[in-house]
């Protein structure tokens, strides 16, 4: 506790714009242009190789270890492995999409070795063996009190600092699909699970969602751009074991 105070202290003169990676995201980086966004071409890379595109890790907690990520070869392509064993950290990549020119998200997992007790609505099972990351940048001015000092008091832990606002499609064990659940420290992380249960473990599920229709529905507010996108594999509540696969990502105009 006297640790943690400490590092927050050294963080409350810091303006909160400092304190929001989608800030700089949005200063340093053009709108992608296109017939479509293609955000994750993992099938373009080797296996044993960094995926194109530059990604990178990112840590979740600094109390836990780190979930593996890597190129490897499947039954189709190249595809991104996750391996979490009692770990939690994503995978990213910095991006700037409009999401009112690209709102149609595809993409595709399987989850290879599920977690027996998933579920986003309780925090001390609030681990998922697969998911999807939209962030988004937003107004700094809408960020309350209690939301500000959150990114000071996980800037001063980890060293990283978080977007305005995160889109978590997962996958889930114990909630229904079409679940919305708030992560359990900040309202502006929502989590939507799209794939549920363990009937097709092993098998690969294909995905079509309307982000910008999914972010009014979870946050009630128009949407900024997204300035990056990740996926995350993780186990550190549960202390299990969880291994997925991710396809291709990609953004495309609505038809």
């Known amino acids: 506790m006297l640790v943690c105070s400490v590092a927050l202290a050294g963080c409350v003169g810091v303006p909160v714009e400092e304190l929001l990676a989608s800030t700089a995201i949005v200063a340093e980086l053009q709108r992608e242009n296109g017939a479509l966004v293609e955000a994750a071409r993992f099938s373009a890379g080797r296996a044993g190789e960094a995926p194109p595109g530059g990604w990178d890790p990112f840590i979740v907690s600094p109390f836990s270890t780190r979930t593996e990520y890597r190129l490897v070869e499947s039954d189709l392509s190249v595809v ?3 391996n979490a064993a009692g770990s939690a950290s994503g995978f990213y990549r910095r991006i700037r999409i409009d999401p009112t020119r690209y709102p149609v998200l595809e993409w595709r ?37 209690v939301e ?22 997962i996958w889930s064990s114990g909630a229904p699909v079409g679940t919305i659940a708030p992560n359990n420290y900040t309202d502006k992380i929502q989590m939507i699970v799209v794939d549920s249960g363990s009937d097709r473990i092993g098998e690969w599920h294909e995905f079509r969602r309307n982000v910008l229709e999914d972010y009014r529905l979870a946050f009630g507010e128009e949407p900024w751009d997204i300035v990056a996108v990740g996926v995350m594999t993780d186990a550190d509540k549960t202390r299990q074991k969880a291994r997925a696969q991710y396809g291709d990502i990609t953004f495309r105009p609505a038809q």
């Open 148 to 169: 500000r000092t959150t990114l000071r008091l996980y800037k001063a832990l980890s060293g990283e600092v978080l977007p305005y606002a995160m889109l978590m499609y």
């Open 80 to 82: 991104l492995e996750a």
């Open 109 to 145: 997992w399987r989850v290879l070795q599920p977690l027996a007790s998933a579920d986003p609505r309780v925090p001390s099972r609030a681990d998922s063996a697969a998911r999807l990351v939209i962030s988004f940048h937003g107004d700094v001015t809408r960020l309350d009190f």
